[in-house]
Nanobody
Framework: VQLQASGGGLVQAGGSLRLSCAAS????????MGWFRQAPGKEREFVAA????????NYADSVKGRFTISRDNAKNTVYLQMNSPKPEDTAVYYC?????????????????WGQGTQVTVSS
């Protein structure tokens, strides 16, 4: 079972970037999926989550209105569209699959984690 995050890189503040998380080895179509991030010297924090159907989403206040989480269950892939990123969004971004179908904000219920992709936002 593997979650492969991709799409990170260097982006200017105010630009846009889309992260992808492809699952292999099994399907997570019945599971809530989430994105978390960790900046140097800081704890891992919640960014966004989406229910198994994609109908319900949850966002951290710091990214609400700028980031959008979505999923394509036919492709077993989850996305994070980052619009108008800020330098404080710089971090390693991790995707994760929860053991429940809801969009969960805490890391505990997430059983599977991707390897992370670096996002650097320049001012």
């Amino acid at each position: 079972v593997q979650l492969q995050a991709s799409g990170g890189g260097l982006v200017q503040a105010g630009g846009s970037l889309r992260l992808s998380c492809a699952a292999s080895g099994r399907t997570f179509n019945n599971h809530g999926m989430g994105w978390f991030r960790q900046a140097p010297g800081k704890e891992r924090e919640f960014v966004a989550a989406i229910s198994w159907s994609g109908r319900t989403t949850n966002y951290a206040d710091s990214v609400k209105g700028r980031f959008t989480i979505s999923r394509d269950n036919a492709k077993n892939t989850v996305y994070l569209q980052m619009n108008s990123p800020k330098p404080e969004d710089t971090a390693v971004y991790y995707c994760a699959a929860a053991r429940y179908s809801d969009p969960i904000r805490t890391p505990g219920p997430y059983d599977y984690w991707g390897q992370g992709t670096q996002v650097t936002v320049s001012s």
